[in-house]
């Protein structure tokens, strides 16, 4: 008998992205709302889902914040944002989003499974789930409940030597859900005065990602537009950010191919 329970479809998305991490603070979020800004900016239809319900910061990354989520009592329905990305938070729910959510990891658990299964996503080509860092009760109910297509890894430099990661990466595979590919942040630092890139790690020229065993789908470098950003609006990004966020999802893309061919 197997401890993993049967995944709940949702035959209008097609594919379900989660983004993970060890450590807390690493770029998740960021990462999260690039894919999802990129995938969108090709016409794609695409929905964000936060799942890091305690500190949830997927409202003001995507500039809509102010913006309220309804519901019918049975259903819950997203925020669209300026480029169309369906966005769920429980920060959308809350009247104020300085409210702390003060629930222990089993009903915390169960917003996740309904946030999946009671919204009105519409057809979606994409859904990018972003979490909060770990592998607490959230992520693990998740793992179990959505059929994900695969997962990206976000990691700093510094990470790779913690077995913080590598817990990530055998929680998935423990519960059957591909792992596409570490995404590394701030390995260096585009220098805001003269524009050239500055290594901040002397670890030779191996990455972490190949020392873990696992593709690399992009190395994004540590910008002040992207620091000082209050919001990540595609349309006020520099074309540098948009070049980094499209080239790290067409690295996913290709990755998604090789773990489930069309
Ligand atoms: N490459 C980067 N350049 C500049 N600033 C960055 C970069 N990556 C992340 N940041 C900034 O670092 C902070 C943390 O990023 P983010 O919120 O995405 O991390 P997180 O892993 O989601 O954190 P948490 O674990 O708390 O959810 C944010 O203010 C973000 O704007
Ligand atoms: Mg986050």
């Known amino acids: 008998m197997s401890f993993i329970p049967e995944k709940k479809q949702n035959p209008a998305v097609k594919r379900v992205i989660g983004v993970v991490s060890g450590k807390g603070g690493v770029g998740k979020s960021m990462v999260a709302s690039l894919l999802a800004e990129s995938f969108a900016s090709r016409g794609l239809k695409v929905g964000l889902l936060d799942a890091d319900i305690t500190g949830p910061s997927i409202p003001r990354m995507l500039g ?82 959505i059929p994900f297509s695969g997962i990206v890894i976000v990691a700093t430099p510094q990470d790779y030597v913690s077995m913080i990661v590598r817990k990530s990466i055998n929680m998935a595979s423990m519960l059957k859900t591909p792992v596409l590919g570490v995404v590394e942040n701030m390995r260096t630092m585009v220098c805001p005065h003269c524009g050239s890139e500055v290594a901040l790690f002397d670890d030779g020229t191996q990455n972490g990602a190949q020392r873990m065993g696992l593709p690399l789908l992009a190395s994004l470098p540590w910008r002040k537009d992207l620091a000082q950003s209050r919001a990540l609006r595609w349309s006020a990004l520099s074309s540098a950010v948009h070049k980094d966020a499209d080239t790290m999802a067409n690295e996913v893309e290709l990755a998604l191919a090789s773990v489930s061919p069309a």
């Open 64 to 145: 809509i914040d102010s913006f309220r989520g309804e519901s019918d009592g049975e259903h819950l329905f997203p925020v669209e944002n300026e480029e169309g990305i369906k966005v769920l938070s429980i920060n959308l729910f809350n009247e104020r989003e300085d409210e702390p959510v003060i629930w222990r990891g089993p009903l915390l658990a169960k917003a996740i499974d309904q946030f999946w299964s009671d919204t009105v996503w519409g057809d979606l080509d994409y859904l990018i789930i972003d979490f909060p860092p770990g592998t607490s009760d959230v992520v693990l109910t998740a793992f179990q409940t």
